[in-house]
């Protein structure tokens, strides 16, 4: 079975401009979860689609956005660039059916900001 | 006060030790508790749910504390390969709140 993946696997951009991300989940998971590590910290939660909603959202401006299409693939749109926007951005799914809801996750995009 | 919290480490353990970590959670109304396994510059991994009777998964087994508040991982027979970062995971059912919160990791590091 396949797992969770996201492509770019890198991404450099300037200040300023904007990125999109994308991660497709694991075949019948319709959860999506966004994540963003910077170098040395620990996960932070960024967004959470499910169904095609948006059900819940991290402590990050709104620049940071996103959207679920109906095949459960999601996108990360970063507006405005910044250099602290620079880290991992990892996407994971689950199937929230279930009653533990484990999280399974992509191999991460890495943007880097200049 | 941090919503998850656990001992940054290093954890450096000689090949064969048993090693433990403690993983403290803030919220009572938490829920579901997840130990997962980040390599150097890779993707977190499921290592283990834990329940509330503890579990075991061969070498490794999760305990979890209600009362106290937090949970834990031994690990028995450390192997090379054991070396990574763990992450504390907690699921707080409120849907006003963020899907899962994270601890910061303990990095093990496990020498021959």
């Known amino acids: 079975e396949a797992g969770v993946t996201q492509s770019p696997t890198h991404l450099i951009k300037t200040r300023g401009q904007q990125a999109t991300l994308r991660c497709s989940p694991i075949?019948?998971?319709?959860?999506v979860y966004w994540y963003q590590q910077a170098l040395g910290l620990g996960l932070q939660f960024l967004l959470w689609?499910?169904?095609?909603?948006?059900?819940n959202r991290g402590n990050f401006p709104p620049r940071f956005s996103g959207r679920q299409f109906p095949n459960y693939s999601s996108e990360l749109n970063v507006n405005a660039l910044e250099l602290e926007d620079s880290a991992l951005y990892l996407c994971?799914?689950?199937?929230?059916?279930?009653?533990?809801?484990?999280?399974?996750f992509g191999p991460g995009t890495r943007l880097t900001v200049l | 006060r941090k919503e998850v919290e656990q001992d940054p480490g290093p954890f450096n353990v000689p090949e064969g030790a048993t090693v433990a970590f403690n993983c403290t959670y803030s919220n009572s109304a938490s829920q579901s508790f997840f130990w997962y396994r980040q390599d150097c510059r890779k993707e977190p991994k499921l290592l283990m749910s834990v329940y509330s009777s503890g579990n075991e998964d061969g070498r490794f087994t999760a305990q979890l504390n209600r009362a106290s508040q937090y949970i834990s991982l031994l690990i028995r027979d450390s192997k090379l390969s054991d070396s990574a970062t763990y992450l504390c995971v907690v699921r707080t059912m409120d849907t006003g709140r963020r899907a899962l919160t994270f601890g910061s990791g303990t990095r093990l590091q496990v020498q021959p």
């Open positions: 689609y499910d169904e095609g909603e948006e059900r």
């Open positions: 994971a799914s689950s199937f929230r059916k279930s009653s533990y809801n484990e999280q399974f």
């Open positions: 075949s019948g998971h319709t959860s």
